[in-house]
C-alpha cells in the first residue's frame, strides 16, 4: 500500500511537464454494446490522505522523516473515521458504475475472479460468457489531498478505464480520469472537486465522518459517470 | 520516509513547468468580416506534421478578424483540420485553451471530402484534459476534415473550477540555494468565449518497437 501511495503521489505531481497520456477513444462498433462485464477490485482497500508540498518536505531528510510519520498517522485516523461510518469504497464504485450503465440501457454483469495483485489493468481478461464487453475501472488512488501546507482538503480520485472486446484481446477504449489531482497531467480528463467538501485540517476531517464518506461519495460518482460517459 | 523524498524531488522538477496564457477577457460577441457559406475545403490546415513525434499540437488564436462561417446559429469565427490520410494509430484531440478567464466555445464536427457532416460532437462528450477543453476521436474511413467553429448557446456562460497545483521558488541561503515548494488551491471562473484559442493535437499510437 505504502508503495501505491509513493507511485501515485509522485505521479500526481510530476504530471505536469513530465509527460503526457495517450488515450484510446471509443469507436462505436456496428452492433452497439448492450451488455457489459464490469472488472471487480476496483478502488484500492484504504483511503489516503495526503499533503503535497508540507512544510516537512521542504527540509531535507530529517524534514521527510518527520513527514512520512505525520502523512502516515492522518490517513491511519482518516480511514477509521470512514471505517467508523461504513464507508465502502468498492460498494459504492460497484453501485454507481453499474446504475451509470444502466442508465444507457447497458445491463451489467460482475466478472469474477481474484483481486488485483498490482493497481493495474487485469493482465488476462477472461472471456466474456455473459457481455458484449467488459469494463476494467481501476481506481489508483482516492482519499484526501492537500496541495501544501495551510491548504484545504478536498477529495480526490485517480483511475484508469479501459474496455475491451468479449474476447479480452481488442482495447475499445482506454482513458484516465482525475478529480481534484494536483498538477494534472496533460492529456488526462480532469474533474473538478465539488466545493462543498471541503475541510481545513485533520481534525475537522475525521471529527465529520459522515461528510467525510459523503465527499468521496461524490467524488467516486464522479468518475464513474465519466468513465460511462466515454462509451459513445 | 522514501514517499516523501521522492515527493520533494519531483515537486522541484516541476518549478520549470508553470506557463500559461495572459488573462484575457471572455469575449461575448462576434462581429464577422465577410462570412462564407461553406467552408473552402483547400484551405484547411493539415493536422500532417513534417516532424515524427509521438505529440504533436497546433494552436489557433481565434479573434474578430479570423476566418468566418454563416452558420444556422449565426456568424462564427471557424478553423478548418484536413485529417491526414493515413489515421491508424492516430488520435485527435480538438478543443480549445483554458485561460485564465476565458475559453473558446467550441463546436466540433467532422466532413468528408465534399464537407458535409460525418459526426457532431455533443457538449457531453467534451471534457477538461488539463489545460484544454476537448474532444477525443479516432478518425472513420470517410472523415477527412475537422470543422471548428463556434456553440453560440454557451458564449457567455461562467463556470466555476477549483484547482491544485505546487509552486516552486529557489532561495539562496548562506549555505547555497534551497528550494522551498507551496500548494496553491485557487478558485477560478472563467466564461465560454467567441475569442480564444483552438487547439488540435496529434497524438502517434503506434507501438515501440524499441
Do not use: H
Amino acid at each position: 500500500m505504502k508503495k501505491l501511495v509513493i507511485v501515485a503521489a509522485l505521479g500526481l505531481s510530476l504530471s505536469g511537464c513530465a509527460s503526457r497520456y495517450a488515450a484510446t477513444p471509443y469507436l462505436a462498433p456496428a452492433q452497439p454494446i448492450q451488455t457489459v462485464s464490469l472488472a471487480q477490485d476496483i478502488t484500492p482497500s484504504e483511503a489516503s490522505a495526503f499533503e503535497v508540498a508540507s512544510v516537512g518536505s521542504n527540509f531535507g531528510l530529517i524534514g521527510a522523516l518527520i513527514d512520512a510519520g505525520v502523512q502516515d498517522s492522518r490517513k491511519d485516523r482518516v480511514n477509521e473515521a470512514l471505517s467508523g461510518v461504513k464507508f465502502d469504497a468498492e460498494m459504492e464504485m460497484q453501485a454507481v458504475l453499474s446504475q451509470a450503465l444502466q442508465s444507457k440501457n447497458i445491463q451489467v454483469t460482475i466478472l469474477s475472479g481474484e483481486d488485483r495483485k498490482k493497481r493495474e489493468f487485469l493482465l488476462k481478461y477472461p472471456k466474456n460468457e455473459n457481455g458484449q464487453a467488459t469494463l476494467d475501472v481501476v481506481v489508483l488512488n482516492y482519499g484526501y489531498i492537500s496541495a501544501g501546507s495551510g491548504q484545504p482538503w478536498r477529495p480526490t480520485v485517480m483511475a484508469d478505464v479501459q474496455l475491451v472486446d468479449a474476447d479480452g484481446k481488442q482495447i475499445l477504449l482506454k482513458n484516465r480520469i482525475a478529480y481534484n489531482v494536483v498538477n494534472p497531467q496533460q492529456g488526462i480528463i480532469t474533474l473538478y472537486p465539488d466545493p462543498q467538501y471541503i475541510f481545513s485540517g485533520r481534525e475537522e476531517m475525521i471529527n465529520n465522518p459522515e461528510k467525510l464518506a459523503e465527499g468521496l461519495r461524490v467524488a467516486l460518482t464522479a468518475v464513474a459517470v465519466e468513465s460511462v460517459k466515454l462509451i459513445q | 520516509m522514501k514517499k516523501v523524498v521522492y515527493l520533494a524531488a519531483s515537486c522541484a522538477l516541476l518549478a520549470s513547468c508553470a506557463s500559461g496564457p495572459g488573462f484575457s477577457s471572455p469575449v461575448t460577441k462576434f462581429a464577422g468580416v465577410n462570412c462564407l457559406a461553406k467552408p473552402d475545403l483547400t484551405t484547411a490546415t493539415s493536422l500532417e506534421f513534417k516532424k515524427k513525434k509521438k505529440f504533436n499540437e497546433l494552436s489557433v488564436p481565434v479573434v474578430q478578424t479570423s476566418k468566418c462561417l454563416s452558420t444556422a446559429n449565426g456568424d462564427t469565427p471557424f478553423q478548418l483540420f484536413a485529417i491526414p490520410g493515413v489515421t491508424q494509430n492516430r488520435v485527435f484531440e480538438i478543443g480549445s485553451a483554458v485561460e485564465p478567464l476565458r475559453v473558446f466555445s467550441p463546436d466540433i464536427a467532422t466532413l468528408d471530402g465534399n464537407g458535409n457532416v460525418v459526426r457532431r460532437f455533443s457538449k457531453d462528450q467534451f471534457a477538461f484534459r488539463g489545460g484544454v477543453y476537448s474532444v477525443q476521436m479516432r478518425a472513420l474511413e470517410n472523415e477527412k476534415f475537422v470543422l471548428v467553429t463556434t456553440a453560440p448557446q454557451e458564449v457567455g456562460k461562467f463556470f466555476d473550477s477549483i484547482q491544485t497545483s505546487t509552486s516552486t521558488t529557489s532561495v539562496y541561503t548562506g549555505f547555497g540555494a534551497a528550494n522551498w515548494t507551496n500548494g496553491v488551491d485557487r478558485n477560478y471562473t472563467r466564461a465560454f468565449s467567441y475569442e480564444g484559442t483552438i487547439i488540435a493535437r496529434v497524438v502517434d499510437t503506434t507501438p515501440s518497437t524499441k
